[in-house]
């Protein structure tokens, strides 16, 4: 079964708007990544937050995890057209990474 | 360097036929795995190696077999393809640190339709 779920499953927004899509996962993780997808592409890893912090930075996302709740979210702000791809959770348990099933963001210009 | 590379990019099998599909990192990671992506659906662990010699199972092994008889190189082999391995096909390796895997290095993928 997989980690984590993607919400929402698409969205679609303005150029210069920020984009949030929320991950939740099922047991505990060491870490949990948040990658990228361009269509028919391989993935691209975008950040790794370990489980004993709560919020990371990079760029312009910021991602946030509540391991009490078994949550996580990914804050991208000032879309640009080029952040137009899937992106999906992973959390990361001894071995193994178990991926959702994403969150499709368009941006449009 | 050339990263994660995988091959080939595409193939066509029919049913009953085996076949490897080939991934390389010249990255020295010790962990290797290997992934498969289904339409509108995220990827699902097929198997994974910790090291030259060890490999272990994810959450959708049957129908294939790993070796990592090197660092570098960890193929991936369908023994009797099925049409329900119809997939995309990718392979990924990292460091594994004292907190867990590391960010993934993922290579470009492998298209496969079984007839």
């Known amino acids: 079964s997989q980690q984590g779920e993607e919400d929402p499953q698409a969205l679609s927004i303005q150029e210069g708007e920020n984009a949030t899509m929320n991950c939740s996962y099922k047991?505990?993780?060491?870490?949990l990544q948040w990658y990228r997808q361009n269509s028919g592409r391989g993935l691209v890893h975008l950040i790794l937050i370990r489980s004993n912090e709560r919020e990371k930075h990079s760029g312009r996302l910021r991602v946030t995890l509540d391991t009490s709740k078994k949550s996580s979210s990914l804050l991208i702000t000032a879309s640009r057209a080029a952040d137009t791809a899937s992106y999906f959770c992973a959390g990361a348990n001894d071995y193994k990474l178990s991926f959702g099933a994403g969150t499709t963001v368009t941006v449009r210009a | 360097n050339a990263g994660v590379t995988q091959t080939p990019k595409f193939q066509v099998l029919k049913t009953g036929q085996s076949m490897t599909l080939q991934c390389a990192q010249d990255m020295n990671h010790e962990y290797m795995s290997w992934y498969r992506q289904d339409p509108g659906m995220g990827l699902r662990l097929i198997h994974y190696?910790?090291?030259?010699?060890?490999?272990d199972q994810g959450e959708v092994p049957n129908g294939y077999n790993v070796s990592r008889s090197t660092t570098e190189d960890f193929p991936l082999r369908l023994l009797s393809a099925a049409p329900s391995q119809t997939s995309v096909y990718f392979c990924?390796?990292?460091?594994?640190?004292?907190?867990?895997?590391?960010?993934?290095?993922f290579g470009p993928g492998t298209r496969l339709t079984v007839l």
């Open positions: 047991t505990s993780i060491n870490n």
């Open positions: 190696s910790v090291g030259a010699g060890i490999t």
């Open positions: 990924a390796s990292s460091y594994v640190g004292g907190l867990g895997l590391g960010q993934q290095f």
